[in-house]
């Protein structure tokens, strides 16, 4: 391995996570901005902030050539006294209280464009050790510039789980029930669909987390397929067994 290639400790990268995230904030730059300046991969920026990797010196000297600023030289942190809770907005929540929630999940929901199809991609749920929380992320979606990512709230009053995007101001929110013995969750999804042009209009729909198996099919799946039925059955539990509820207007 050369020099470049050494690894930094992990109180060192936990403290170069630290700057890097201080520096993007006054920058008011984007992680995927970052990466491109800095000629790395998005991929390794989000795994080196998340504590899932250290960073190497390369990574470091080009983050800080794309940043203008040292993200060395300051002394390191002292290391608190066991692990820290989530934030308390998020529920005040400890890693070991939620490992439970931790993995990958088939998602389903109704296709927004076809509603005879169902729309079917990945979440995974894990720790971000940077920032003392569980985290979501989509993948495997055929519309990837919309995977979305965020913070996942698990209040002790009411014990549903929030899956928080919030971009600028601008919220997405699943809710969902506990699991089931299975390890399924069941709840609604709030968004906004595309409509004509540029118009954006409020929308929520049944949706469904399922541990996923050995061989998820992802897609837009459809009647004559034969991973259709089973999501099918899925989204109809959401309102047939009260993981949520739609109220129509009064007539």
């Known amino acids: 391995m050369g020099a470049s290639d050494a690894e930094l400790s992990e109180g060192e990268s936990r403290e170069v996570a630290r700057a890097v995230r201080e520096a993007l904030a006054r920058q008011r730059l984007s992680r995927q901005g970052l990466a491109d300046a800095a000629r790395i991969s998005l991929s ?15 990574t470091l000297v080009r983050l800080e050539e794309a940043l203008g600023v040292s993200l060395r ?10 692990p820290r809770p989530a934030p308390e907005h998020l529920g005040s929540y400890s890693r070991e209280g939620v490992a439970w929630l931790e993995g990958r999940y088939l998602t389903l929901r109704p296709s927004f464009g076809d509603p005879a199809a169902i729309f079917a991609y990945r979440t995974e749920i894990l720790w971000d050790a940077g920032r003392d929380r569980l985290v ?16 996942v709230s698990v209040p002790h009053l ?5 899956l928080v995007t919030n971009w600028q101001g ?5 809710m969902l029930g506990r699991p089931t013995i299975r390890g399924e969750l069941y709840g609604l999804l709030t968004t906004l669909h595309a409509g004509r042009g540029a118009q954006l209009t409020p929308a929520a729909c049944p949706l469904a987390l399922v541990p996923e198996g050995a061989s998820p099919v992802f897609g837009r799946l459809t009647p004559d397929m034969a ?19 739609f109220f129509p207007a009064p007539r």
Do not use: M, N, W
């Open 73 to 82: 030289g300051t002394a390191p942190r002292a290391a608190p006294d066991g």
């Open 136 to 151: 979501f992320r989509e993948a495997e979606r055929i519309d990837a510039p919309f995977s979305q990512t965020g913070d």
């Open 158 to 162: 009411s014990g549903t789980i929030y």
């Open 170 to 174: 601008q919220v997405r929110l699943a």
């Open 44 to 58: 390794t920026l989000e795994k080196a902030l998340a504590g899932r990797r250290p960073f190497t010196l390369a």
């Open 227 to 245: 991973a259709y039925a089973e999501g099918r059955r899925h989204l109809d539990r959401v309102c047939d067994e009260s993981f949520a509820v």
